[in-house]
C-alpha cells in the first residue's frame, strides 16, 4: 500500500483550497514514504484507517510498509497531479493517481514535464517501471483532510486490477 492512488476530476462544487490541500497531504505523504518515517506517514490517516485489497488495519499496513521499505531501500515516489473530487458536503474527498516507486538513482527524463498529463505521464513509465494506482478516500476532521481508505491497484501492463 505504498503511498496515497481517473484523473482530473475537479468538479465545480470543489473549493480550491480543499483540492490543494489534498494535494499536499498525497505530498506529503510520498515525501515521509520516501524516508521511510511510518509515524508521521500515520498521522495522515483517520484512527480507523483500512487499506485495500485485503481490508487491512493500521497495524497491519504499517508491517507491510516496513517491508516494502526494507525492500525497496531509498526510492522515489513519482507521480502526475492527482484527480481530487470533493463531495457536495465538503466533508470527504477522493483522490486518484498512478505513481511508481523507483530506486532513488533511477532517471526518467521528461516525467516533470507531463506532471500535468497523467495520461501521457502514464505511457511515459508504463513500459519501464512497475506501475500502480492509488485511490484516497478522505475526511475532513478538525479542518484537516486525513485519509480513511487507501486502495492500491497494480497496473497489468493493460489496465489497472479491479
Request: charged share 30%; hydrophobic share 40%; with cysteine.
Amino acid at each position: 500500500m505504498l503511498m496515497w492512488i481517473v484523473f482530473l476530476s475537479v468538479p465545480s462544487c470543489s473549493s480550491p483550497d480543499d483540492v490543494t490541500a489534498i494535494r499536499n497531504v498525497v505530498k506529503e505523504g510520498a515525501r515521509l514514504g520516501e524516508k521511510h518515517d511510518l509515524g508521521e506517514t500515520f498521522d495522515l490517516t483517520t484512527e480507523d484507517f483500512t487499506a485495500l485489497p485485503g481490508k487491512l488495519d493500521r497495524r497491519e499496513t504499517r508491517r507491510i510498509l516496513w517491508m516494502a521499505f526494507r525492500h525497496y531501500g531509498e526510492f522515489k515516489i513519482l507521480y502526475p497531479r492527482p484527480g481530487v473530487e470533493v463531495q457536495s458536503d465538503r466533508g470527504s474527498a477522493s483522490a486518484v493517481f498512478p505513481f511508481l516507486i523507483v530506486k532513488k538513482d533511477a532517471s526518467f527524463p521528461n516525467l516533470k514535464e507531463l506532471v500535468e498529463e497523467p495520461q501521457r505521464w502514464l505511457e511515459a513509465v508504463g513500459e519501464n517501471a512497475d506501475l500502480y494506482r492509488l485511490k484516497l478516500d478522505l475526511i475532513k476532521e478538525g479542518g484537516s483532510w486525513l485519509v480513511g481508505q487507501a486502495h492500491l491497484q497494480r497496473f497489468t501492463g493493460v489496465s489497472f486490477e479491479k
